[in-house]
């Protein structure tokens, strides 16, 4: 009987351990293939050559400060399996992350800073033939009151970014935008950006003139004659997120609040110059951590990046987006919703808890009709 019960305990735990390391393996590592696997590349009319080019934004890596251990390794792991998945599967050429990178880079000490973004290159690891462009965000050097040189010049060697540049890759134009620069207020760090966009703007028109009027740019640096796709943190002026829909739009209870012009987005002026120097052809931007497409003027489509961290939303996303010079098409992806994993996570504690439960219960029973045939035998 002793033998019996010895067995049916091993049983019960090798069982339990096969359970748990299942489930483990299941929600740590494999959800996120068929997950992703459900994305595909958009297609464009253009099949010779595309660009393809994912973008996501605000992963908000935890600081020294207001990090807690235990929500680091959740909400960093959770990015670091969906961004190598998704590597692995789709193959971008070109990858954009638009900002707030870290959660503390304003406050950041030098230790802090460099362990900071040693996470963040083990997070976003990725092979040399994939090129990694990131860009500024508030978080990363501060509000416009909080951003220094000192904490601008070092995000920029970090991570090989100007506050102001034209990235050109197979003929289509990104312009890398400093957003928390954008406040209009002449700032020695504002105004050296506003000036390098104005420069940019010329150079990129001249880029588009007829051969007649080249002759009056000739000392002007040349970009392919393409409208440019305007990246930043800080999305163009809206005044809410009230025509925002989707199942990432903001919450119903968030989405009529009005926003703040130079905090929540840029302000109207600075939104109207960058139209009028750029004519892009797109704008993509971050921050609000919640999707949104808005339409500029009837004629400048913006789309809004959700944040790609479980602390900033339970549904992240990326975005895939497909590019020729003369046409582009987008689509979302939608990562593993962390209410899911939690839910799976418990339906396999109770079921492990019942059967244990249902187990014992079968072994006593058991267990007492055995003893009562003993006391039987004993008896005769």
Sequence with gaps: ??????????????????????????????????????????????????????FLSDPHLLGAIRGHWFDKLRREWQMERSFQTALFLLRPEMIFILGDVFDEGKWSSPKDWGDDVKRFKQIFNHSSDTELVVLIGNHDIGFHHEMTSYKLERFEKVFNVTSAKILT????????????????????????????????????????QSDVMKHLCRDIQSY???????????????????????????????????FQERYDVLSQDASKKLLRWFQPRLILSGHTHSSCEVFHENRFPEISVPSFSWRNRNNPSFILGTFSPSDFALSKCFLPEESSIIAVYCTAVVVIV???????????????????????EKSL
């Design 224 to 258: 392919p004659s393409t409208a440019p796709i305007i990246l930043q943190h800080y999305p163009l002026y809206r005044t809410s997120d009230a025509q925002c829909t989707g199942k990432d739009a903001a919450p119903l209870n968030e989405r009529y609040q009005h």
């Design 354 to 376: 019942l059967i244990t439960l249902g187990h014992l219960r079968l072994f006593q029973g058991a267990l007492h009709a055995a003893n009562s045939i003993l006391d039987k």
């Design 169 to 208: 890759k197979r003929g289509i134009n990104f312009l890398l935008v400093n957003s928390v620069a954008l406040h209009g207020d002449h700032c020695p760090i504002c105004q050296g950006v506003e000036e390098k966009l104005y420069s940019l703007a010329q150079q990129l028109n001249c880029s588009t």
């Design 1 to 54: 009987m002793h033998r019996a019960r010895a067995k049916s305990k091993w049983n019960l735990m090798l069982w339990i351990g096969v359970t748990v390391s299942c489930v483990f393996i299941f929600c740590e590592y494999v959800v996120y293939f068929p997950v992703i696997l459900r994305c595909s590349w958009p297609e464009i009319a253009e099949k010779r050559d595309p660009l393809r080019v994912l």
